[in-house]
């Protein structure tokens, strides 16, 4: 099975250089894999998929970095990597059904769509 990749942006406290992790680590994929097989449904598994990204990247400090504006008026703002991934949430659980279950994915993301049109959650 490949490995599946979702890249976010932080600082290594070593090297003090900007570096991007692949955020999809393996007990987080065995999660979702084990929700699979017992047939959870798409909010169950983004469920899970949420909580685990939180509980790892959620303001921790070597996760963080300070993003700032180049032009005009000053602007600074702490980001960690699961801000940067809170957008993408839905994205991200839609990409990691359909590698981890090709057989199952239309079945579990058909709840995500109603009358041809992808129902949208802003989180």
């Known amino acids: ?19 991007y992790a692949n955020v999809l680590y393996d007990t987080l994929i065995e999660r ?3 929700l ?3 047939n959870a449904d798409y909010d169950e598994i983004k469920k899970e998929i ?7 990247y959620w303001s921790r400090c070597e ?6 504006n180049w032009i005009g008026k000053a602007f600074e703002q702490k980001i960690d990597v699961y801000w940067q991934l809170q957008p993408n949430l839905n994205r ?3 990409y990691v059904i359909r590698e981890l279950a090709p057989r199952k994915c239309n079945e ?12 949208v959650d802003y989180n």
């Open 36 to 38: 699979i097989r017992k």
């Open 32 to 34: 979702v894999k084990k």
């Open 92 to 94: 991200i659980t839609e």
């Open 1 to 19: 099975m490949k490995k599946l990749e979702w890249y976010a942006f932080y600082q290594e406290s070593n090297t003090n250089k900007l570096k």
């Open 63 to 68: 996760y963080e970095v300070i993003v700032s």
């Open 108 to 119: 579990i993301l058909k709840k995500r769509w109603r009358n041809g049109r992808r129902q």
């Open 50 to 56: 949420d909580i685990s990204l939180m509980s790892r």
